[in-house]
């Protein structure tokens, strides 16, 4: 925790070292994109992206789940999402999933069941195969769920958002892109 601490008290510092202007941070909130991901602390979205304070608008999620849209019930997520897209008028949105995560190993091995987890067409079935490609369709599944949100489909229909699904490989470093006409993650 000390480290933390530690490093919490510099920060004006390090801000002022990468020339970051606080104060503007401070009036202006217009993000580049969001960035929908798990909680996973191995998976650091800033990181990732090298971005920059003001660059990127985190969602961050037990497994990166996106749940389905429920206007009677709307969750923190929601909201989280409609802020995006409606206010901050995003005009990208990445969800990015990871190697070694435990919610896709959870449902491979049958220790959780996906009921409305991985998406709105799940049956409860446990996932089968290996976890790379488990990982890599639960993502697939959250971007499903996102682009069934009612702020998300008119900015889809008019090309005024897009949808990128991305797999962060943590023992490698490698990040990768699902390419829809090849149906496959290859690297960005």
């Not at 000390?2 to 009036?27: E, K, N, P, S």
């Not at 969001?34 to 800033?46: E, G, K, Q, T």
């Not at 067409?121 to 499903?144: K, Y």
């Amino acid at each position: 925790m000390q480290y933390l601490i530690d490093q919490a008290r510099v920060f004006r510092a390090r801000a002022a070292a990468h020339t970051l202007h606080l104060g503007g941070l401070a009036r202006y909130h217009r993000p580049r994109a969001m960035f929908i991901a798990c909680s996973d602390a191995r998976v650091v979205p800033a990181l990732l992206t090298a971005a920059q304070p003001g660059d990127i608008f985190e969602l961050r999620t037990y497994g990166g789940v996106i749940p389905p849209y429920d206007a009677q019930t709307p969750t923190g997520e929601a909201r989280t999402i409609e802020y995006a897209v409606n206010e901050l008028e995003v005009s990208d949105i990445i969800v990015c999933g990871h190697s070694h995560c435990e919610l896709v190993s959870a449902e491979m091995h049958g220790t959780l069941t996906t009921a409305g987890i991985t998406g709105p067409d799940d049956d409860a079935t446990p996932l089968t195969g290996n976890l790379t490609a488990a990982g890599h369709r639960h993502v697939l599944a959250q971007v499903d769920a996102l682009s069934a949100y009612p702020c998300i489909v008119p900015r889809l229909a008019d090309r005024s958002l897009r949808l990128h699904a991305w797999f962060h490989e943590i023992d490698t470093g490698a990040t990768l892109t699902h390419h829809p006409r090849a149906g496959t993650f290859l690297p960005l």
